[in-house]
């Protein structure tokens, strides 16, 4: 039975680029933040406006990028990014996760992920989900900048709906739950202590160097 | 007993628990902190009310944040006040949990991923991780060493585990002797221009072959550095000889038995003859020229003897296109007439002795070209910094026409005030030539220390074998 996700469905933008990198999802500037949040208005900056942002800056007195799809109002609402492959390549700055979930950001379907940015996404809620090339193209080539179309993504049955076709993605049970059930990892892992305990101690006897 | 790789050793030894979802609780002997991905994992645990783990596991510094002058000013030196505040809260939270740190005050402060095995906190065998993605340097030890989100910091302070999947293996063998004033960076750099910025994600890379061998600790770990650029969260090299002699003696590191009891277990740190890898590539040394970057990902790279490609050549033209447009430049320029306003070394992938060394040994005697208005050597580490001016390469740099200055990140990713200005093109001894990376639309090209130090002298690239 088909059981959509609001919560991760909705309109859709595409950035139809490969290796976007974090520096470009959100500039250096603004890692001197020492809060989770804040980043949204500074998503993609070096694209979306045409002058150079400063951290704590108002957005309302900068020059706009109009032809950036992140600045088209048709879009404003939008919680899907659809990118090509390698999306969230270079640095392992979380930033770049919690600017895109501050924008609104819910779901980015990529053709490829990096590692580190495909891990920090579902630390924070954000599904990061692998289409194949041919299904990629099929959203780039379909999209138009002058209507928002929609996604709507099964979740516990890893289905993404667009149009009239029906893509399976995969997706691991767990991240699927901690998606669903928002689970604390962390807390999680401590129910691991006794194990880690033991661990430790045995392995300190076989390497006593590594503790001071 | 099946053949192993160093990596499935390294994964095994630190197995902690197997969790429901198929990854792993993998057991952190090392976690390097700085200030600007450390806040927030802090304030986490304070939200749990719970400590650290392993205190001792711990080492903390600042160094993507700070000004590369005015050191002795300490902390009133960084006139940025959002900067400051994020090396404050660092040095809060190292007091609050009584941490180890090098202060900015410290001739041992640096670059974490300089500042490690310099002291001897890296070591072979070690599982090692930090909040930044270029943690894949310790691996030159034939330690695992990954670069993990906040989230996982916090996860580490917490549990003193990261939760893994297993990576792939792969290898890639590189046999012969380097052409002369070829380097790691090189090899690196023609690595990622051969496999693509995504042709190691999901796996672990293991180097290997002569030239491998052959390369000293410096050389290794430029080498694993930029891993990360190949889309590999971590890479390696078996610890040898070359590995235990550059440990040896070192701050930090084991000594006297404890040392013989180390180097018995760090001696088994190697691939299995029959060990099976999911994807090996072979290279011969004699392939590998200087490498200049032209675009604006680390795979869009050539030898120095080429031009710029047409993007048509390329399957995806347009982010070619985009890359070219971005940088200035027109297809069919030859790299050696490829003109630069700024010169960069340092870095966590060129900052270590060594590369200061080469880059002093081609700079001597000569000046900076006229159409380079500024050129920057900044040191990995303190140490560095005090081992260079022991070996007069200072007066070198300086009488060049160099700036020489304190030991941090600085221009590689310009969180600090020493960025590009618009347009401004620069020969950088860094690890990425992202947009706006060096500085709001500056252009970076990446090379080798050797060819950062024949571009200073010529004003243009210039393949360092003609100097």
Redesign the interface.
Known sequence: MKQISNEFSGTFICL????V?T??II???F??????TGFGDNLFD?WRYLD?GT??QETSSRMVNKDFIFNNKLFADSNILVS???FG??????HA?WALKDFGIKTVIAE?????FY??CF??GLLALCLKKSEISKIFENFNENSAQSIEIDLINQVLYYGDSEFKFEL????K?CLLEGLD??GA??K??D??KS??KN?QI??????? | MSSKTLYDKLWDAHHVAKRDDGSSLIYIDRHLIHEVTSPQAFDGLRERKIEPWRVDSIIATPDHNVPTENRAKGLKGISDSTSKLQVLTLEENVKKYDLNFFSLGDERQGIVHVIGPEQGLTLPGMTVVCGDSHTSTHGAFGALAMGIGTSEVEHVLATQCLIAYKQKNMRINIEGDLLERVSAKDVTMFIIGQIGTAGGTGFNIEYAGSTIENLSMEGRMTLCNMSIEAGARSGMVAPDQTTFDYIKGKPFAPSGDQFDKALDTWISLKSDPGAVFDNEFSFSSEQILPQVTWGTSPEMVSSIDEKVPEPRDFKNKENYEDALNYMGLKPGTKLTDISLDQIFIGSCTNSRIEDLRIAAEILKGNKLAKNIKRALVVPGSGLVKKQAEEEGLHEIFIDAGFSWRDAGCSMCLGMNPDQLNQEERCASTSNRNFEGRQGYKGRTHLVSPAMAAAAAIEGRFIDVREI
């Open positions: 139809d680029k490969s290796n990198d520096d470009q500039p250096k500037q890692l001197k933040s020492i809060k989770k070096g150079e951290i704590d090509g492959e390698n390549c270079g640095s392992s700055r979380e996760v490829s992920f990096a590692d580190i891990n920090n630390k924070n691991d049970d767990y991240k739950k990892e962390i892992s401590l691991f202590t194990q880690i661990f430790e392995y076989k390497n006593p160097w590594l503790f001071k």
